[in-house]
């Protein structure tokens, strides 16, 4: 390795190992190549190995780019044993080893944020989804405060917090008799094993010995405590973060872990750095200028040797089609002048649902694209229910799983005897699978009825036997023909071409867990539980191909584009709403702010004169973002004063002319939903 590209205050950071350090800097100043060549500095130099190190990052995506970048520093034998994951799955190791401490088994389900929800609306009785979804916020945030049902119950002091708090104390119960446990979960169980019991932190202690954290200003309560429990007094780690990119208030992240760091370990050294890699001047003027309007933490200033660049382009749009019309088109004009790749472009917006104008404008004229941030793979309809088969054969205690693999595909099973199954199952305090397959646990069942129940169970239990020694692609094959679900799919799909592109999907999942359980060497069980984990941030790792990225703000914190279109740049969006009535302006421009940063060469605003809201047109204002930028900056397109934007006609006909003279070359890489 060379220290060479690194400038002073880089080499510093990466040479000081003997006590807790934060690297304090804005964006891309190089924070991240920090941990990445640290990393390689503490095995080679400290004699460090590599088991005894992990690196927390923030997103999974994160953390596989991170441990490529290492992977290019290093060979693979020097890294074996290493742990570089989000906080999520680094709990998750902990628990699979720890659970029992807590009263749970190791294989234990993990209940994506959806099937949370789902237990929270049955102890409500309610369907009313915005009801749900704020309960659950309130519990997860006490969760990441680490207050159990009981103090959350003591400290509620108004209606509201009393229903969260109740409803909190029967959602954990059900968690626990499931033997499943919630994202939120995942740390703040590790930490309270850590609090109650020494001998297993040591033990951690000495197998985690230097940490390196990613993002720091992300961390919540409860993060917070398991770096600094892990940490303990000898304090061995790094930090990077950056205060103006703190854009998860709304998750509890709390700022105040940064200072609280100076507080908690006194011999704190603090790394600056300046200099930034990544942007041109104007950009990165634009990115200083926006976020000067919130105020300091702590002094930073950025600068930059990559020129001054093209100014910014503020355009207005018509509308929401126009304004995908005319991202795509100066995309591809983009592209043709400066004989770019696709994989060069970014269209970053505020929220997912945004992303579907674009979508149907890029395939409309075959380009193609990758999404990160929407709706993840694992997150389909026909890959949960084969999930569920797969958490029920690692947790027969898994009752949402059970229920629905007993009924996908149907099974001659009714809901009234699911019913009498449940009414057994909590006369005997069983899970539904031990009432099922047990005669003395389903009392109320009928006769008739009992044949499908006890087959399942059969089948189930032999699966079980199979998933610790057999490879897990063919195993999940296997099962799929015995339960017939190509079959299946094909007869409940109103079309043949939706349930192709489903079994496809299906396929493509067992392509993967082949893959993944060789790579990694874990069996069904272990498989299970990782793909948990893969959330609603992320997507689907598509590996690089040629493709535009389409990403949230959120989603893209960390990552870089050469040429970025941050869509979307009006009052309501960006900043949203519901910010703005909350007095949450400052993290809407932090998030501004980590969308301006994205961009390494070129940076396009756009915004519209109207949008459809709730079936109805109305007029929106640009966002105030756009008027923090200096005018010296910013190139106006289509506003009074502006420059000419190409007329919508005008605008279709140069686009099917630009996607001719450029389509011979363009393959399409994702055609799900098509
Ligand atoms: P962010 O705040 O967005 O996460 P960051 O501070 O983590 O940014 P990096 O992603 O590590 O920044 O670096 C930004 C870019 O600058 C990367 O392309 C990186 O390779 C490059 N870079 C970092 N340090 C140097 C250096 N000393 N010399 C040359 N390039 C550098
Ligand atoms: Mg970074």
Redesign the pocket.
């Known amino acids: 390795m060379s220290l060479l ?3 002073p205050p ?1 080499r510093d950071a990466i040479k000081y190992v003997d006590g807790p350090l934060l690297v304090l ?1 804005g ?7 920090v941990i990445t060549q640290k990393i390689c500095h503490l095995i080679r130099e400290c004699g460090y190995d590599a088991r005894h190190i992990a690196a927390i990052t923030f997103t999974n995506k994160a953390a596989r780019e991170m441990l490529e970048r290492v992977g290019k520093l290093m060979e693979s034998r020097e890294l074996k044993g290493i742990t570089v994951s989000t906080f999520h799955s680094l709990g998750m190791h902990i628990l699979r080893q720890e659970a029992p401490h807590l009263g749970y088994k190791t294989q234990f389900s993990i209940l994506d944020s959806y099937d949370a929800a789902k237990i929270i609306s049955d102890i409500l009785k309610s369907t009313h989804k915005d009801e749900v979804r704020k309960v659950q916020s309130r519990i997860s945030l006490w969760k990441n405060e680490l207050l159990d049902a009981d103090a959350a119950l003591l400290a509620a002091d108004n209606e509201f917090d009393r229903i969260c708090a109740t409803t909190y104390s029967a959602y954990q119960a059900t968690l626990m008799a499931y033997q499943a446990m919630d994202f939120d979960d995942l740390i703040r169980l590790p930490v309270g094993l850590f609090q109650t019991h020494p001998e297993v932190l040591i033990k951690w202690q000495g197998r985690l010995r230097y940490l390196l954290i990613d993002e720091y200003q992300d961390t919540n309560t409860c993060q917070y405590l398991l770096v600094k429990l892990l940490a303990g007094v000898r304090g061995l780690f790094t930090a990077v973060g ?1 205060d103006d ?1 703190s854009i998860y208030a709304w998750r509890g992240a709390n700022m105040e872990n940064l200072r609280l760091l100076q507080h908690d370990f006194p011999a704190l050294k603090i790394v600056k750095l300046e200099q930034n ?2 942007s041109t001047a104007r950009i990165l003027r634009a990115a200083n200028s926006v976020i000067s309007n919130n105020p300091k933490l702590f002094e930073k200033q950025l600068w930059s040797e990559l020129g001054l660049g093209e100014p910014i382009h503020a355009v207005m749009c018509k509308d929401e089609d126009h304004e995908a019309e005319i991202v795509v088109q100066r995309l591809l004009a983009h592209k043709f002048e400066y004989r770019t790749e696709f994989k060069d472009y970014a269209i970053l917006y505020r929220g997912n649902y945004q992303s579907r104008v674009f979508e149907t404008v890029l395939r409309n004229q075959r380009i193609p694209y990758q999404m990160a941030g929407g709706q993840s793979f694992f997150d389909k309809p026909e890959i949960k229910d084969v999930l569920a088969y797969l958490r029920l054969i690692a947790n027969p205690d898994d009752d949402p799983a059970f229920i629905r693999a007993l009924t996908t595909p149907k099974r001659g099973v009714g809901a009234t005897t699911l019913e009498k199954l449940g009414a057994s199952a909590a006369l005997f305090d069983k899970s539904l699978f031990a009432s099922a397959s047990e005669p003395g646990f389903r009392v109320q069942v009928q006769d008739a009825q009992l044949k499908p129940l006890e087959d399942f169970c059969r089948f189930i239990t032999s699966l079980q036997y199979r998933a610790t020694r057999e490879p897990a692609g063919e195993l999940v094959m296997d099962m799929l023909k015995v339960i017939g679900f190509e079959a299946w799919l094909y007869d409940s799909e109103d079309s043949t071409k939706a349930a192709e592109s489903k079994w496809k999907n299906v396929f493509e999942l067992v392509a993967w867990l082949q893959r993944k359980g060789e790579a990694d060497s874990k069996n069904l069980i272990e498989l299970t539980q990782t793909i948990a984990l893969i959330t609603m941030l992320e997507g689907r790792d598509e590996g690089e191909v040629d493709a535009v990225h389409m990403s949230t703000l959120h989603a893209s914190k ?1 990552l ?1 584009y050469p040429h970025v279109f941050l869509v979307g740049c009006e009052e309501g969006i960006l900043p949203h709403s519901e910010s703005v009535d909350n007095g949450m302006v400052e993290e809407e421009r932090r998030l501004m702010y980590v969308g301006i ?1 994205r961009a390494q060469r070129s940076l396009t605003l756009t915004y519209c004169v109207k949008r459809r809201r709730a079936g109805e047109w109305l007029f929106v204002e640009p966002s105030r973002f756009i008027g923090e930028i200096s005018g010296d900056d910013l190139r106006h397109f289509g506003k009074k004063g502006g420059e000419p934007i190409v007329s919508k006609t005008e605008g279709k006909s140069r686009l099917a002319n630009l996607s001719a003279m450029l389509g011979s070359k363009v393959q399409k890489t994702d055609d799900k939903d098509s």
């Open positions: 590209q690194l400038n880089q800097a964006a891309g100043s190089g924070k991240t190549r950056d990119q890699y990544r960390g870089e940063t």
